[in-house]
């Protein structure tokens, strides 16, 4: 009788144990985290490959027009931001449209955080085409965490 008793308790407890396993569903969704480089906010474009800088600030006046140039990009781990305006030549871009802008700009670029302020204002009022300044202002972050800021005004 304890043979019974004791093999009807094992075959009890394998068959509750089948059972349950039987109402397990099985999610074989797989839940994808963008990579770092992946835009999350305005663009599907955005990038910092090949910059050398995550941020980039910059403000450009010229004697008839304040904020002439004004470039907003911010770049992290949870994507970028980037807005560009140019009111000389009446561009106002958010999101992919300023990445497809800016980019040909941004690759031209040869900053580095060791750069005379002359070299950096240079190359870019030329790269954003304005040939004369009144209060220029540019702040960078460099992809190794250096923050420099170079401002002039005439």
Same mark, same amino acid.
């Given at each position: ?7 009807? #308790?094992? =075959? ?7 059972? +349950?396993?039987? %109402?397990?569903?099985? &999610?074989?969704?797989? $839940? !994808? ?18 910059? #050398?800088? =995550? ?7 010229? +004697?008839?027009? %304040?904020?002439?140039? &004004?470039?907003?990009? $911010? !770049? ?18 958010? #999101? ?59």
């Amino acid at each position: 009788m304890k043979k019974t008793a004791k093999w009807t #308790g094992v =075959s009890l407890l394998l068959t509750t144990g089948i059972l +349950a396993g039987c %109402n397990e569903t099985q &999610d074989n969704t797989v $839940e !994808s985290q963008p990579a770092e480089s992946s835009p999350v906010e305005n663009s599907d474009l955005v990038t910092t490959d090949g910059y #050398g800088f =995550s941020s980039f600030d910059l403000s450009i006046d010229t +004697a008839d027009e %304040n904020d002439a140039i &004004d470039v907003d990009f $911010e !770049s992290g781990r949870s994507g970028a931001e980037l807005e560009y305006v140019n009111k000389l030549e009446d561009i106002n871009l958010g #999101g992919d449209e300023a990445v497809t802008a800016l980019d040909p700009i941004f690759s031209t670029f040869e900053l580095s955080a060791d750069l005379a302020k002359e070299d950096v204002i240079a190359q870019v009022t030329e790269a954003f085409g304005v040939t004369d300044y009144q209060e220029f202002e540019l702040e960078v972050e460099f992809e190794d965490g250096t923050e420099v800021k170079w401002e002039d005004r005439k």
